[in-house]
């Protein structure tokens, strides 16, 4: 592999470990306004898929664990970390919070509270690149867990039914908060999948060069079929569900980092030790240096209340005859 | 004016929007009809025939049908919304919402708020509500009050074929995503199509509601097939000396207090009649939002009228006994309101 494209796959994982890693701290000290879902382990799968988009005319919808996708989309990090700090400055001024992140301009449509409620809003985005012309896919991106829901089932069988271009992604790290994928998902993911006709790979995410050909592959099959598929990637799971739970359930596994991985192909491939650690520290400069930008920032007030109370009320504001009593 | 079925009038303003604005699509089930099938040429146009001719007109890109997955085509409803699109989507009966309430209370009520308006969603779903025609538990169920409790959902329930068509025409244009709410019992009604001089249907605002008839002595606060026996009972009345007003607020969410508040200034008394639930339903909400806006006004207590606290039942005999009627608004109001 091209010695440049691993370094840039490398700054950007690490970038996006090290952001979670300084938020997770931000977190131990009480100034993230909710629990932190982090995506470690799963930094370099979702790096590599995300540089085979276009956010011009592509959308990926994810799940609670998106902070590294809306990074990997270049969502700007100052905004998305204010974002997760519940501050003015973030992407939607911290009405949604970490796990409703939405930066659609960056090809990032939007992160879900709801396990799998993110994958049939990819279907539209798919369809609308379809009716619109522009060239575009949807990728949608979800858990093993999220795997037997049912509207992933429906959305699939939409997808294939109507010709969509869905690439979707069950990022198996083998456990749905505290349940293992074995215990809870009857058959397997492909043999699933390709029950409905879908193309479906699997790929492991400590094997940088199978994720690189992999995701190349099936994004540019979508995009050339306009027919959905599928990719299971075996991603670890490096931490709890959210920063800060009980791990105790989760023993003493020992699971390769594909971050790690990446750094070691990085220098078979003929990057030079001091490279990778510049890379590396830089990389953690830049996200201390955002999420710190970011957390000098102020939260929204009662006036930004004021204006969506006004804007979704029930009578949109009407003008009241008032007549005694309260105005609720 | 022309006279016109209340069906055809939203069958009428489907095919003038979809004409005017390529980005308007339209999914749901059986909405074209016979898809897959060989040798089919004879469009359903959805069970109650409101997307007739649209497949045919504007083709199966912009019209498709879906397999039977709420959750999925309304999800893919919301995702197209947000990128681009104007798609009007079809539930059957809303009583299906149970299928897909995560896709619409979740994800399609919230995207606007969480974006904090970057994004606009432009989603109408269409979808039947009422009893009266013995489709039993599962297909009859009036839900406007559910989903309208839901903030960034709007929610629509005309009456006439004018409301229906001017009102659809509104929804399709909003920001807001809209459940368009079609009384199954109303398709069959004709009445004028108001249109502007170029032949263009007029759109309705939503959260405006209208003035059925004027009265002195009592509001009568009616929606969807309810504003027919309002005004049925409403003649009854007037022989018995009681004058009655109804107001048809069209729309649940955003809701026309003003004209409300105003009807009940000058009647002193309401009667609200709704077809949706006994308990936390629209007629609960205008009963507690008039006694805390307008209690001065009140000369007695507000008086709801609804179907009693149980699923809808089937047989004949049953639904009538379930359904309230323009006989049971004159016992009703002359039980609470005779002077």
Request: hydrophobic residues 45%; negative net charge.
């Amino acid at each position: 592999m091209d010695i440049e494209i691993l370094g840039k796959y490398l700054f950007k994982a690490a970038f996006i470990r090290s952001f979670e890693q300084r938020l997770a701290q931000f977190s131990q000290k009480g100034l993230v306004p909710g629990l932190l879902h982090l995506c470690l382990g799963a930094e370099v799968f979702e790096v590599i898929l995300c540089s085979k988009l276009d956010s011009s005319c592509d959308q990926v919808t994810g799940s609670h664990r998106s902070h590294g996708l809306a990074l990997a989309m270049e969502t700007d990090p100052v905004s998305v970390a204010a974002e997760i700090l519940g501050l003015e400055a973030g992407l939607s001024a911290g009405i949604g919070g970490t796990q409703h992140l939405l930066a659609p301009e960056s090809g990032f449509l939007s992160s879900n509270g709801i396990v799998g409620g993110q994958v049939p809003m990819a279907a539209g985005a798919a369809l609308s690149a379809k009716v619109r012309g522009t060239g575009g896919i949807a990728v949608t991106v979800f858990g093993d867990g999220a795997f037997n829901q049912g509207a992933i089932s429906e959305t699939m069988n939409l997808a294939a039914v109507l010709s969509l271009p869905v690439l979707f992604i069950v990022e198996n790290n083998g456990l749905g908060q505290s349940t293992a994928a074995g215990y809870a998902t009857a058959g397997s993911v492909i043999q699933r999948v390709r029950s409905l006709g879908i193309a479906a790979e699997r790929v492991d995410s400590n094997d940088i060069e199978a994720v690189d050909t992999v995701t190349d592959t099936m994004t540019a099959w979508v995009r050339n079929n306009g027919s959905p598929a599928v990719i299971e990637a075996l991603v670890p799971r490096l931490g709890g569900h959210y920063h800060g739970e009980n791990e105790a359930y989760l023993g003493d596994q020992k699971v390769p980092d594909p971050l790690h991985t990446l750094e070691t192909k990085a220098l078979n491939s003929g990057l030079a030790e001091d490279q990778i650690q510049d890379i590396l520290s830089r990389a953690r400069q830049d996200a201390d240096s955002a999420v710190e930008q970011a957390a000098k920032l102020y939260p929204a007030g009662e006036s930004l209340m004021a204006k969506w109370s006004a804007k979704l009320h029930w009578n949109s504001g009407v003008g009241l005859l008032q007549a005694g009593g309260t105005d609720t | 004016m022309t006279a016109i079925s209340f069906g055809d009038a939203l069958n009428r303003t489907l095919h003038d929007c979809m004409a005017a604005d390529d980005s308007i699509i339209i999914a749901g089930e059986d909405i074209a009809g016979g898809a897959g099938i060989e040798d089919s040429d004879v469009e359903l146009g959805g069970v109650f025939g409101v997307t007739r001719g649209l497949a045919a007109r504007f083709g199966t890109g912009r019209v498709l049908d879906t397999p039977i997955t709420e959750s999925a085509f309304v999800g893919m409803g919301l995702g197209a919304a947000a990128t681009g699109l104007r798609p009007v989507i079809e539930v059957m009966f809303c009583d299906f919402f149970g299928v897909c309430f995560d896709q619409l209370i979740n994800q399609a009520a919230k995207m606007r708020f969480l974006s904090n308006d970057r994004i606009q969603l432009p989603l109408v779903i269409r979808t039947t509500m009422g009893a009266g025609d013995g489709s039993g538990a599962m297909h009859s169920q009036s839900l406007h009050a559910l989903v309208a409790s839901v903030p960034g959902l709007r929610v629509v329930c005309p009456a006439t074929p004018a409301d229906a068509a001017g009102l659809l025409k509104t929804s399709i244009a909003s920001p807001d995503p809209v459940i368009f709410m079609e009384h199954k019992g109303l398709y069959g009604l004709t009445g004028p199509l108001r249109e502007d001089e170029d032949g263009h249907i007029v759109p309705i605002p939503l959260g405006k509601g209208r003035y059925v008839r004027r009265g002195t002595d009592l509001t009568l606060v009616a929606t969807g097939a309810m504003v027919q026996e309002a005004e049925k009972a409403a003649d009854i009345l007037a022989v018995r000396g009681m004058r009655c007003e109804i107001i048809d607020p069209r729309t649940i969410s955003p809701l026309d207090m003003e004209i409300l508040i105003e009807s009940v200034a000058g009647t002193g008394r309401l009667l609200v009649v709704d077809e949706g639930a006994a308990f936390a339903g629209f007629a609960d909400a205008v009963v507690s939002k008039i006694s805390q806006k307008a209690f001065a006004f009140l000369k007695s207590a507000p008086v709801s009228l609804t179907p009693p606290h149980t699923p809808v039942p089937y047989g004949r005999a049953l639904e009538a006994a379930y359904l309230p009627s323009h006989e049971k608004i004159v016992e009703c109001a002359l039980r609470h309101f005779s002077k």
